[in-house]
C-alpha cells in the first residue's frame, strides 16, 4: 500500500503519537510541528494586517492552538485568544506551551476573559479568522454549556473557520457531530486523515482538509493502524487495473452475464450491461425471459442475448465455464422466485454482483443467503459483492444501520461484511467498500449529480465487468466506485445515468496510461 492514504481513527492516531513518543520525539515536539502547520495555514488565509481571534480547549488540541498563537503573535499578527477553562487546569504538553506561550509572545496576544462570548453582538472580534482548537478529533460527549455557546455563535458569526485536526463537536471516527460542531472553511490535521475526514457530515464541515507531516513515520503508522482503512483510489488497487494483453482475445478479458428482469423492467440491466462491458469484459450477456427478448434486442447491438427457459436454461449457463462474472437485481422483481435465483447464483461459485431488489428479496429471510455465501467461500470461492443504499442496507441488516445500531457508517459496512461473509458497497455520497477481513476504504470522489436514477445500476455493472476480469473481490468493488465517481466528474453537471456510459471510456484511458 502507498504511504500517506491511510486513514486513522483518533483512537490509533494516538497509538501513532504514543510509538512515536517511545521511540524518542518529545510530545512537545510534535505539538511545535502541529502547531506551526495550524500557523502557516492561517497565514495562508490573512491578508497583510488582518488578526486572528485563537478558541482553545485545555487539552492537546488546545495545545496546538497555543503553539500557532505564539508563532503568530511573534511574526506580527495580531492575536486573540480565549483558553475555555483555566491556566491550572492545563497539564501536560498542553501546559508547556502554554508557559513557551507566555514567555515568549504575551505582548503580542490579547487574552479574551474566560467565560467571554466574543461573538456576541455587542463585542465583535475585529478578526476575519477564527482558529479552532477547542475539540479534538476523539471528541466522544456533546458539546454543552459554554463551548456551545461558542460553537453557535461561531457558526452565526459568518467568520471564517480554520479548525485544528476537526472542527470542534465533529467525531474523527464517524463524522458524526456531538451535538453541534464547528463549521470550518479549512481544517489542518496532523500525518493521516480521520474517517471523520470523509464521512458525513464530517466531510461538509470541514471544508478543504490539510493534511501536516509532523513526522510521524510511515512505519509507525502501519504498527499503529488496524485492519486498514484508507482513502479511496487509485494509490489503493492501482496495481490490479487490468491491462489487455497482446496476445489476449475476449475471452480471456472474461465474459460477464447481466440476469434480466421481466420485460417492462429491463432498462436497469441494461444499464448494468453496458456498464460491464465499458469497464473491461471481454464480452457481456444479458440472459432474460423469452418473452423480454424482443425489448432487450431493440436496444443492444454489442450485448449479447441468451434467452433463459427453465430452471435446466439457467444451470446450463451457470456450468459454462468461460463464464465469469454474474450481475443480478437491477429491476429483479421481489419475491421467492428472486431468492431462489440468487441463491444459486451465489452456490456457483463466479464473480458476483448482488443489487437492488436481491437484497430487498431477503428483507427479514436474510440468513439462507448468508449461509449459503458461507458455504462459497469455505468452498474456495471469493466473497460477492452486495451494494446496498441505506435503505436496502436497513433491510437486510436491520440491527446494523445507524442510528439503530450505534455505529457510525464504516463499522456498520464492516460488521455487515463481517456478517455476511460479503464485500459491502455501503452506497451514498460517502460510499463505504467493506471486505469481511475488515479492510475498508471510503469514497470521496464524484459529484451530487450520481443521485439519479439509474446510477446505481451502473456501478454494479462496472464492478462485474472487473470481477469479469478476475480482480479479486474487494478491489473490483473499491475500483469500480471510484470509477464510477470519477466518470461523473467527467459526465459534468446535469447527467443522467446513461451519460456516464461513454464518459467510463475516458475513465479507463486515464487508468491505463
Known amino acids: 500500500m502507498v504511504p500517506g492514504v491511510e486513514l486513522l481513527t483518533p483512537q490509533e492516531m494516538r497509538r501513532a503519537d504514543a510509538l512515536t513518543i517511545e521511540a524518542g520525539t518529545p510530545g512537545i515536539e510534535l505539538m511545535e510541528r502541529a502547531g506551526r502547520g495550524v500557523a502557516d495555514a492561517a497565514r495562508a488565509m490573512l491578508a497583510p494586517g488582518q488578526g486572528v481571534l485563537v478558541l482553545c480547549g485545555p487539552g492537546n488540541n488546545g495545545g496546538d492552538g497555543f503553539v500557532a498563537a505564539r508563532l503568530l503573535a511573534l511574526e506580527g499578527v495580531p492575536v486573540m485568544l480565549l483558553l475555555c477553562g483555566q491556566p491550572e487546569q492545563l497539564s501536560g504538553d498542553a501546559w508547556s506551551a502554554w508557559r513557551r506561550m507566555g514567555e515568549e509572545a504575551a505582548d503580542g496576544i490579547r487574552f479574551l476573559e474566560a467565560g467571554a462570548n466574543p461573538f456576541h453582538e455587542s463585542a465583535g472580534t475585529g478578526a476575519p479568522l477564527v482558529i479552532d482548537a477547542l475539540f479534538g478529533a476523539g471528541l466522544s460527549r456533546p458539546v454543552s454549556g459554554y463551548e456551545l455557546e461558542l460553537v453557535n455563535g461561531l457558526n452565526a458569526s459568518g467568520l471564517a473557520v480554520l479548525s485544528v485536526d476537526v472542527p470542534s463537536g ?30 458525513l457530515p464530517g466531510r461538509v464541515l470541514c471544508g478543504e482538509v490539510e493534511v501536516c507531516d509532523i513526522g510521524i513515520a510511515n512505519e509507525t503508522v502501519q504498527a499503529a493502524a488496524g485492519p486498514g482503512c484508507w482513502r479511496n483510489g487509485p494509490d489503493v488497487w492501482g496495481a490490479f487495473v487490468p491491462r489487455p494483453r497482446v ?105 458476483l454482483v448482488l443489487d437492488a431488489d436481491t437484497l430487498s428479496s431477503f428483507a427479514g429471510t436474510e440468513t439462507p443467503l448468508f449461509v449459503t455465501i458461507e458455504k462459497r467461500v469455505r468452498g474456495g470461492a471469493q466473497p460477492p459483492v452486495l451494494t446496498p443504499h441505506a435503505g436496502e442496507f436497513g433491510r437486510l441488516f436491520p440491527d446494523l444501520p445507524p442510528p439503530v445500531s450505534g455505529l457510525g457508517k464504516l463499522d456498520a459496512a464492516r460488521a455487515a461484511a463481517q456478517r455476511s461473509r ?92
Open 170 to 199: 465533529l467525531d474523527g471516527a464517524t463524522g458524526e457531530v456531538r451535538g453541534v460542531a464547528v463549521k470550518a472553511a479549512r481544517t489542518v490535521t496532523f500525518c493521516r486523515m480521520k474517517p471523520g475526514h470523509l464521512l
Open 247 to 351: 496476445d489476449g482475445h475476449k475471452f480471456s478479458r472474461g465474459h460477464a452475464v447481466a440476469l434480466s428482469g421481466p420485460a417492462h423492467a429491463t432498462g436497469a440491466i441494461r444499464l448494468s450491461a453496458m456498464a460491464a462491458l465499458r469497464s473491461g469484459a471481454g464480452l457481456v450477456t444479458v440472459a432474460c425471459e423469452p418473452s423480454a427478448t424482443m425489448v432487450l434486442a431493440n436496444h443492444l447491438t454489442t450485448v449479447m442475448l441468451h434467452p433463459l427457459r427453465g430452471d435446466e436454461a439457467l444451470a446450463g449457463l451457470l456450468s459454462d465455464s468461460r463464464i465469469t462474472a454474474l450481475v443480478y437485481g437491477p429491476g429483479a422483481g421481489l419475491g421467492a422466485e428472486t431468492q431462489a435465483l440468487v441463491l444459486d447464483l451465489v452456490a456457483s461459485g463466479k464473480g
Open 422 to 513: 460479503s464485500v459491502i458497497i455501503y452506497k451514498g455520497a460517502d460510499t463505504v467498500i467493506a471486505a469481511p477481513d475488515g479492510r475498508a476504504a471510503i469514497n470521496a470522489n464524484g459529484t451530487p449529480w450520481l443521485a439519479t436514477a439509474g446510477s446505481g445500476d451502473v456501478l454494479a455493472g462496472i464492478v462485474t465487468g472487473l470481477l469479469a476480469q478476475c480482480l479479486p473481490a474487494f478491489e473490483a468493488a473499491a475500483m469500480g466506485v471510484w470509477m464510477h465517481g470519477r466518470a461523473a466528474e467527467i459526465a459534468g453537471a446535469g447527467l443522467i445515468a446513461d451519460d456516464l456510459l461513454p464518459a467510463l471510456k475516458d475513465v479507463v484511458q486515464e487508468l491505463s496510461a
